[in-house]
């Protein structure tokens, strides 16, 4: 029964069907279901799967967003339920995700927020045409081990390595991962101005969070 309720779950991700996936995730724990077998054999199986949907194109951007919704939706009802029972899924590290400073593109950064909470990390969100310094305050307050930069502008790509030169000047940078992406931004931007890496989507920066904080 467990595993028909769990099959359930990640389909709700896949067909990206936020309502669904709630009322699914209270049934879960209504019927005595450990929230973090819920989150581990249902809800990360299905954006896996949305994952690999997306890379092999069978999915757009659209699919990903709503499914990555769909996953935050039961994610909000299970993980209350996880601390409640003194469980705690594994967390991988922090993140702080924002937009740089002149620049107030949002939805590419908040799909990647999303996708690295349901993928383990705590993320905190401080938004768009965010000041180089507002990243370092925010990674100190939050202990974070991982920074996000997006610029969708070429004319604010500079600011990226303004950020990267202000967490050395705090001399935080060898304290946090630094990764960057945006639609101007290249691999050869990211070597440029010294940062750990760049990510052209919300499912490669997923992969490349894991590798940074991974030490790997």
Known sequence: MSEEMYNELAQ???AGEPEEAERLAKQCLEQGLEPLDCINNGLTKGIQRVGELFATGEYFLPDLIIGAEAMKTAL??????LTEGGQGREVLGHAV???VEGDLHDIGKTLVGTMLTANG?????IGTDVPAADF???AQENDATLIGA?????T???EQQKIIETFKEAGLRDQVKIMIGGAPVTKSWAEKVGADGFAKDAISAVTLAK???DGS
């Open 97 to 99: 995700l924002g937009t």
């Open 76 to 81: 909000g009802v299970l993980e209350p339920a």
């Open 150 to 154: 997006s610029a969708l502008l070429t």
């Open 156 to 158: 604010t790509m500079s």
């Open 136 to 138: 370092v305050q925010a």
């Open 12 to 14: 709700t991700v896949v």
């Open 121 to 125: 990390f705590d993320v905190t969100d």
């Open 211 to 213: 590798r940074l904080v």
